[in-house]
């Protein structure tokens, strides 16, 4: 079945500063790649997705590459505020998701 | 439009005990999903359903069992609970398969099985 691995498990930046998370994939027929975010005590929420034809893709401050040949996608987040403070999870498809370990970030102000 | 709603919110069960976790959605979608939450392991799929009468196994479905009699409703079962099934689960959504875009996930079950 599909794997996914997720790095780092934490991350801390300071307020401003660009925070980067990476995941790889095995399953090299995966197509989708979302980006989940979990405030605490909260639900996962879609943030960002890319497809498999796309090699990135922007939404103001985040952003997510695609490398298919490397089996590996990442989340920028720029400008980085307190409010991007939460678990971030990575996922890929080809039928049901699969998710990443997650990522706690944090931002310090 | 309340979305995906799960009921109970919180629950301690006693090692044995079984229980029923009920996950509503209002969207009329085909794709609904039971995920269990542990630190450091992210979101895993114990059982999942394509549409009203059917179920399938995710990755990890032993001691679960699942129902899908009606196409908003998907109930999780509990029928001998375990202490390694402390966790929290979340039921979602999906008007497709996962690949297809969004899972709208309910608010989360905590469960304690001491």
């Known amino acids: 079945g599909e794997n996914v691995e997720q790095h780092p498990s934490t991350l801390s930046v300071q307020e401003g500063d660009s925070a980067v998370i990476k995941c790889t994939y095995s399953?090299?027929?995966?197509?989708?790649f979302p980006w989940y975010k979990q405030e605490l005590g909260k639900r996962p929420q879609l943030i960002i997705d890319?497809?498999?034809?796309?090699g990135e893709k922007k939404d103001q401050r985040i952003a997510v590459t695609l490398n298919k040949t490397a089996k590996h996608f990442s989340l920028h987040i720029t400008e980085t505020q307190p409010e991007d403070s939460a678990v971030y999870f990575c996922?890929?498809?080809?039928?049901?998701?699969?998710f990443g370990s997650g990522t706690q970030l944090t931002v310090l102000p | 439009n309340a979305g995906v709603t799960q009921t109970p919110k919180f629950r301690v069960l006693k090692t044995g005990q079984s229980m029923t976790l009920l996950c509503a959605q209002d969207?009329?979608?085909?794709?609904m999903y039971w995920y269990r939450q542990d630190p450091g392991m992210g979101l895993r799929l114990i059982h999942y359903?394509?549409?009203?009468?059917?179920?399938a196994k995710g990755e990890v479905p032993d001691g679960y069992n699942v129902s899908r009699l009606k196409k908003q409703n998907f109930l999780l079962g509990l029928e001998s609970a375990a202490p390694s099934q402390t966790s929290v689960y979340f039921c979602?959504?999906?008007?497709?398969?996962?690949?297809?875009?969004?899972?709208?996930f309910g608010e989360g079950s905590r469960l304690t099985v001491l």
């Open positions: 996922a890929a498809s080809w039928g049901q998701l699969t």
């Open positions: 890319i497809r498999s034809n796309v």
């Open positions: 969207m009329n979608h085909e794709y």
């Open positions: 979602a959504s999906s008007p497709g398969q996962g690949d297809t875009g969004e899972l709208f």
């Open positions: 399953d090299s027929a995966s197509n989708y």
């Open positions: 359903s394509v549409g009203e009468g059917t179920t």
